[in-house]
């Protein structure tokens, strides 16, 4: 395969290549998204409240955007293929130990330190396509094709996490987690080369390190854009945390079933992608992103009045579907603007975006845990959580596009200044 860099020789065809690092992606999402219907059961078997159930994705988005602090800079300055390979040995063992986990206390420890191990591959792949496809527009089709993959894994996953449910326990969802990052690493170990060559790569230096962090949070523009995908994408995780239990406490969805209303979510989200992929070389990646935020306003409206209004289930459904649908596109270009302005530290860029995103999303979820837990007694007879999940939601999205609008004017301004 070639590569738009001519030091980087990859063997396999740009296909094969797509699809291990598709499948690699794959890990985080099915790490949240396929024991979904699994909570419900968890609370119980463990006699907890729900919110507590919450907290294991709570504290795996807090590992998760911690993760990245640490393997970004590390993946600048060991490169690539060392980061990757150990974050999926460590993704491995801490699936095994949530399967293993005997009371809600364990499980939590053991899911803060399956999202540490998580971040490493995001990161990775990040920065492993940067290294190839230098050009951003070319970076962001490209990472819409790794994207279209790893969408199998939160279409499919709750499916095979309700199937798991009925047929087995709860623990069969990570000890399948696990299995297939054994897969992935000798996917990894046979066929993906290290792309970082070590001329290019950051002398690790903890001052070097923070002085690149500095950099990128002094940069208005990249930092914004860091906000924006965050604030877009703190809206799944919204959904992510009350979700379950608004579709199967609420409105009587069947565990089951969970999977297939989930599934509508990613069915629009693979449809935004492909129109990503087609559109984002000849509009550009800023354009995409208008798009993306314009379409989850319309969506937030339409749940906002949903809701207040008892409008049904089936318009909460699709309206949320079009929410979440968008968040990739919105996210992918963001990440491409970003790293187009670093492309030097890669891994360094990656991992403050990524940590924003996941520190914003996990807070909100906390959040949200908190607001649920302090009104179990009527949090499903009046509504309540449906609106704590449909507010963030609105909120989130409110925020984005006031923060690209923002940015959007800070260019304006320096145009306006270049041609006096």
């Not at 640490?70 to 063992?93: A, M």
Request: hydrophobic share 55%; charged share 10%.
């Amino acid at each position: 395969m070639q590569t738009q860099d001519p030091q980087i020789e990859i063997k396999v065809s740009k296909q094969a290549l797509i699809f291990i690092l598709g499948l690699i992606s794959m890990l985080m999402p099915l790490s949240i998204d396929m024991y979904l219907p699994s909570m419900p059961t968890i609370a119980e078997k463990f006699n907890v409240a729900d919110s507590t159930v919450q907290l294991t994705i709570s504290c795996y988005l807090l590992g998760f955007s911690l993760g990245q602090l640490l393997f970004g800079p590390l993946t600048d300055s060991y490169g690539r293929r060392k980061v990757l390979t150990f974050g999926l040995i460590i993704f491995i063992i801490a699936a095994l130990c949530c399967g293993l986990a005997a009371n809600i206390n364990q499980l939590i420890t053991a899911r803060f330190f399956h999202g540490i191990a998580a971040s490493a591959t995001t990161i990775v792949i990040n920065a492993l396509m940067k290294d190839i496809y230098r050009d951003r527009d070319e970076f962001s089709k490209m990472m819409s094709f790794v994207m279209l993959i790893s969408n199998v894994a939160p279409l499919l996953a709750p499916i095979i996490g309700g199937f798991i449910l009925f047929w087995f326990d709860w623990q069969a969802n990570f000890y399948v987690l696990s299995l297939m990052a054994i897969i992935c690493l000798g996917l990894v170990t046979i066929n993906i080369p290290e792309t970082l060559a070590k001329s290019k790569r950051d002398k690790f230096s903890i001052i070097r390190i923070l002085s690149n962090f500095i950099a990128l949070f002094r940069h208005r523009q990249v930092f914004t854009y860091m906000m924006i995908g965050a604030f877009s994408g703190a809206g799944l995780f919204s959904f992510l945390s009350l979700g379950p239990f608004v579709y199967i406490n609420l409105h009587g969805v069947a565990s089951i079933n969970f999977g297939y209303y989930f599934a509508i979510n990613i069915l629009v989200m693979i449809f935004m992608n492909t129109l990503n992929s087609r559109l984002v070389r000849r509009v550009g990646s800023i354009k995409m992103i208008q798009l993306g935020l314009l379409i989850q306003f319309v969506m937030t409206i339409g749940m906002a009045i949903t809701s207040i209004f008892y409008l049904g289930f089936f318009f909460l459904v699709i309206f949320i579907a079009g929410y979440i649908g968008c968040i990739s596109t919105i996210g992918g270009n963001c990440m491409a603007v970003i790293l187009d302005c670093y492309s030097h530290i890669a891994g360094t860029a990656s991992s403050l975006a990524g940590t924003i995103r996941f520190a914003v999303a996990g807070a909100i979820g906390v959040l949200l845990s908190t607001l649920v837990s302090t009104h179990t007694t009527t949090a499903v007879t009046n509504n309540l959580t449906e609106w704590l999940m449909v507010g963030s939601m609105v909120i989130c999205n409110f925020l984005a596009v006031g923060l690209f609008l923002s940015v959007r004017n800070i260019k304006r301004k320096k145009h306006d200044l270049s041609t006096r």
